[in-house]
């Protein structure tokens, strides 16, 4: 089970991190997501206010990043990924901004979604493997934000970042006690939930294996 502190610090580093693609996609030398990797989806032209997907898979550039993820999908509004011990049967990790709560999705998560109200409805873990795929999606995840993160730093230059933590609101700044800088704060995460994992994996060894 995820601690609730796991839960808040997640939902942080979620906000921020969305707010940080969105100003990197509008680098003054480019958009940087593309740079780094990432496909564009934009949604269908319906006159409805869509957010564009930045999708990573297999395959593309920039893919070694994704680490046992075969997808990976940002839009404004969350995240989704698929990790490749998990895919049959599909369950999807679904990440929702301004939401503590983590969920998995037996549908596959199309990236012209577009929309929130599109998303499917995500379900709580009901078992063991349960766990083990939303803990094991989440590892990847967070490390995969983290290596995104120190690319930018190294790419962007730490001002960019800066800056794009002082363009915030000021209450939102307040109100969440993060570093302007993601890389270190992602890379604990992950270290947690490798944690938990591995407790998960010494009471069922079938999940040993993916826990290495």
């Not at 599109?118 to 493997?129: F, G, I, M, S, Y």
């Not at 803990?135 to 930018?152: G, K, N, P």
């Amino acid at each position: 089970m995820i601690e609730p502190s796991m839960t808040r610090a997640l939902a942080e580093l979620l906000d921020w991190q969305l707010w940080y693609w969105g100003q990197d996609i509008h680098h003054a030398d480019g958009n940087a997501l593309l740079a780094f990797g990432f496909e564009r989806h934009r949604g269908p032209d319906d006159g409805t206010h869509r957010s564009s997907a930045y999708r990573l898979a297999t395959g593309a550039r920039a893919s070694a990043s994704l680490r046992g993820l075969t997808e990976f999908t940002a839009w404004g509004f969350g995240i989704s990924a698929v990790h490749r011990h998990f895919a049959v049967p599909h369950r999807s990790l679904l990440l929702v901004r301004h939401e503590r709560s983590v969920g998995l999705c037996s549908a596959s998560i199309a990236a012209q979604a577009g929309t929130r109200d599109t998303l499917p409805e995500r379900q709580l873990p009901r078992c063991a493997d349960d766990w083990a795929c939303l803990c094991t999606t989440l590892i990847d995840v967070a490390r995969c934000c983290a290596t995104y993160e120190r690319w930018a730093r190294a790419e962007l230059r730490d001002a960019h970042r800066t800056e794009a933590h002082r363009q915030r609101p000021r209450h939102i700044r307040r109100r969440h006690e993060l570093p302007t800088f993601l890389d270190d704060p992602w890379t604990r995460v992950a270290d947690r939930l490798a944690t938990s994992l591995a407790s998960l994996a010494s009471l069922n060894p079938v999940h040993a294996a993916v826990a290495s």
